[in-house]
């Protein structure tokens, strides 16, 4: 069974609109970490935000916010006020203590296309 | 500081030719990881190390051996490569075991 499941091979969006990046995750350990990367197509990945387990509040980071429904196993990106730059290719990860050497676990991706 | 350096950035191979991809971080991170990226698979991953002597496999290790003589180097060595080694390969490196990754900006290859 896959461990990350991003079931949105793409997305499009307006500039200043809101949107929505879909995750969902497999795990059976309490403590493990969640985190969403953003591809840009000159290929290098960037860290935009993290969500620990324990975490009470949803994570955010500026214009990027972690929608984390533990009960359902759901880490959500949302990007408010999107604009052209976010154009690039997204993944969830996620990360377990007792499992890989705690190595990041990816799912797909899925590419966002913003247009003006 | 430079984070994770990878080299090289680009490399063709013939089938059958050896190479080694190497991974350097200044950062003083125990764990240590290897992944390929491959068209809608998203990245999977190869081997990974959490300290200076110990690694193991990933979900894809064959056809690729590691090691990691000290902490700050990581590379990932092809014995004999395949086409379907062709690929994006990218190295990362953290601090602790539940924060994010550095990665480094990555390697394609092609074997012909």
């Known amino acids: 069974a896959q461990k990350i499941t991003q079931t949105q091979p793409g997305m499009f969006v307006q500039e200043k609109e809101a949107v929505t990046l879909d995750c969902t995750y497999d795990?059976?350990?309490?403590?493990?970490?969640l985190f969403w990367y953003k591809q840009p197509s000159s290929g290098e990945m960037i860290f935009l935000i993290y969500?620990?387990?324990?975490?009470?509040q949803n994570a955010t980071e500026g214009r990027y916010s972690l929608n984390f429904q533990k009960a359902r196993k759901s880490a959500n990106l949302v990007i408010s006020a999107s604009q052209l730059g976010d154009s690039a290719m997204y993944f969830c990860?996620?990360?377990?203590?007792?499992?890989?050497?705690?190595?990041?676990?990816f799912g797909k991706g899925t590419t966002l296309s913003v247009s003006s | 500081n430079a984070g994770v350096t990878q080299t090289p950035k680009f490399q063709v191979l013939k089938t059958g030719q050896s190479m080694t991809l190497q991974c350097a971080q200044d950062?003083?991170?125990?764990?240590m990881s290897w992944y390929r990226q491959d068209p809608g698979m998203g990245l999977r991953l190869i081997h990974y190390?959490?300290?200076?002597?110990?690694?193991d496999q990933g979900e894809v290790p064959n056809g690729y051996n590691v090691s990691r003589s000290t902490t700050e180097d990581f590379p990932l060595r092809l014995l004999s490569a395949a086409p379907s080694q062709t690929s994006v390969y990218f190295c990362?490196?953290?601090?602790?075991?539940?924060?994010?990754?550095?990665f480094g900006s990555g390697t394609r290859l092609t074997v012909v």
């Open positions: 190390s959490v300290g200076a002597g110990i690694t």
């Open positions: 990860a996620m990360r377990e203590p007792s499992q890989a050497g705690t190595a990041l676990i």
């Open positions: 969500q620990g387990s324990y975490d009470q």
């Open positions: 950062m003083n991170h125990e764990y």
């Open positions: 990362a490196s953290s601090y602790g075991n539940l924060g994010g990754y550095t």
């Open positions: 795990t059976s350990d309490p403590s493990y970490g």
